[in-house]
């Protein structure tokens, strides 16, 4: 049950404060709203077996600074990753980086905004339960799931897309999402079910606003199982974003 703060907002649909998201994440994804910050963001990846216990950790430091991201240092099973294998995954992470760019979301930045688009919001239905306060802001709670009839795909990632459902929280007055569960509603085939099948797939991501008004990943968890060809793979992810500094204009204008 949703507890109603005390002031409320001028009365607007599901559908309204959905189109008001996509405007503000189109203008951010324009011009990066992070370009004047440096912070340090930690991403650990744990593989898990048959029993569900970690067969293996990987934690990874990646400093973004300018909204560009360098990674620092790897630790597997706790144990730093030597010099020369750090260089070659420094190297391997850069031109992956640089051929996602124009397209797609760098793994080492948090440009998420890209990925808000007109044609994503219209995949699903919405439905505003309420409004609530979260961080002591006033926030709109909408609930979806996927939209009845025939959903586009064009790649397998958009059988993925096209089978998630779960809740936002959206900031009454940036429009900006606060927080987002979601969760995989039935088991999807990749390739054709030959190569490989995803069953799980729960995500929740946490944001919180800087003084200035940014918007920023704060932390993020995810819980993924599935097949790739005939073994089951199972993994667990967490990122935490922290140490936020605001740059001056010398600073942003030079790169990692």
Known sequence: ???????????????????????????ASNVNPRINYAYNKVAITEKLNGSGKVDERKE??????????????IKINGKLLPPDELRREQAQSQAEDERLN???????????????????ISRYQFTLEGQQTYNDRLVYVLKFKP??????????SDRVVNNLAGRIWVDAEDFEIAKAILSLQAEVTLWGGIIASLRK???????????????????????????????????????????????????ASNQP
């Open 60 to 73: 990874k430091l990646i400093r973004i600074k300018s909204g560009k991201g360098s990674l620092l240092q």
């Open 1 to 27: 049950m949703l507890v109603l703060p005390a002031r409320a907002t001028k009365a607007l649909t599901a559908e309204e404060i959905m189109r008001k998201t996509v405007v503000k994440a189109d203008g």
């Open 102 to 120: 124009d397209s797609r979301v760098s793994r080492r930045t948090d440009n998420w905004e890209r990925l808000l688009t007109t044609d994503l």
């Open 201 to 251: 797939f729960d995500y929740q991501v946490e944001r919180k606003r800087l003084e200035d008004g940014v918007w920023v990943n704060r932390i993020s968890r995810g819980e993924f199982a599935g097949r790739k060809l005939l073994d089951r793979v199972a993994w667990r992810t967490q990122t935490e974003c922290k140490d936020f500094e605001k740059l001056d204009v010398a600073q």
């Open 147 to 156: 939209a009845s009839g025939n959903l586009p795909v064009s790649q397998s």
